[in-house]
């Protein structure tokens, strides 16, 4: 797998123009009777896609993708769960304010979507920035929380704070988490061209770039190729500082949590951070996959979840 600090980005890539890329359109692709929906919730507004039937299941991507990326699984686990995948705020259909954007307040979001769909409880997936969500929301809320499963990511921690701004040989660099620090800079570069971020991510980050093709990179670029997405999405990464000072007032969460790693990605993380944030904890390796996992590796990931939500 090429690293993240020297794989080149590919030519861009776009889909068919006859294949339409609005929410309400992909979420009817799907088999399972998915449909799209927006909430207003929390002092902002979510948009959410929803489908299956059973316990309620929620899921939360990441940066820079959608609701989405769990296109592939959400069939299969519709066949046991109610599955509602959530643009957080600042995502995809989601509104994009001005604040809000730390993974408590975040997960504030999801508790106060459960109430509106007359929901007491869930099991949450995350991937990414989801999970980190995922995990703030049983902090949080553990009333509503069943199962948490993290693909890939687990909460910030004060050791993210000493990440080097060099990158050392063999060792990823994710440069990214600094370059989204910058105020007002990322906007102005990447604004109607964001599909050569998400080729170069693509790219550097799985093991099969293909295995992200070009409808889904079409979708995420839509998604994010506007100054105020752009914003929005590089806001959670600028509260990390507040989400690691809240990570410090949290005890561990009792619920059973699962963290799956990418073979190539934050598998070895994972096993030294996961334990610490739980009483029942367990950490699983995904072989073959890289960082996006519902998307390199969704039969793995749907029989891991299956197993687990039980």
Do not use: C
């Not at 995350?126 to 969500?133: C, F």
């Not at 950490?283 to 073959?288: E, K, M, P």
């Amino acid at each position: 797998m090429p690293t993240a600090a020297s794989a080149p980005a590919p030519a861009p890539t776009t889909a068919p123009d006859a294949v339409a890329l609005d929410d309400v359109s992909l979420a009817a692709s799907l088999d399972g009777g998915f449909t799209s929906h927006h909430a207003e919730v929390n002092g902002t507004r979510l948009h959410y896609v929803q489908g299956g039937s059973g316990e309620p299941l929620v899921l939360l991507g990441g940066w820079p993708q959608t609701w989405w990326q769990w296109h592939k699984v959400m069939p299969a686990l519709g066949r046991r769960h109610r599955v509602v995948a959530v643009d957080l705020r600042g995502m995809g259909g989601s509104a994009k304010p001005e604040s809000g954007y730390d993974k408590k307040t975040m997960a504030a979001d999801v508790r106060a979507l459960l109430t509106h769909l007359g929901l007491e409880r869930a099991h949450v997936a995350g991937h990414d920035i989801g999970a980190m969500v995922a995990y703030a929301f049983a902090a949080n809320h553990p009333e509503a929380t069943g199962r948490v499963a993290l693909l890939d990511v687990s909460h910030p921690e004060e050791a993210w704070a000493q990440m080097p701004l060099l990158p050392r040989p063999g060792v990823r660099h994710l440069w990214w988490f600094a370059f989204n620090q910058v105020q007002g800079l990322p906007e102005q570069l990447l604004a109607g061209r964001y599909h050569l971020l998400l080729d170069w991510l693509f790219t550097a980050m799985t093991t099969d770039p293909a295995s992200i093709d070009a409808r889904s990179r079409a979708v995420y670029a839509r998604a994010y190729d506007s100054p105020d997405a752009i914003r929005a999405g590089n806001a959670w990464y600028r509260a990390f500082r507040q989400d690691v000072d809240d990570l410090a007032g949290y005890s561990p969460v009792t619920a059973p949590l699962l963290a799956l790693g990418g073979e190539h990605s934050n598998y070895e993380r994972l096993l030294a951070a996961v334990p610490a944030l739980g009483t029942d904890t367990r950490v699983l390796r995904v072989d073959g996959s890289g960082h996006y996992l519902p998307e390199e590796r969704p039969e793995a990931v749907t029989e891991e979840l299956v197993r687990f939500l039980g």
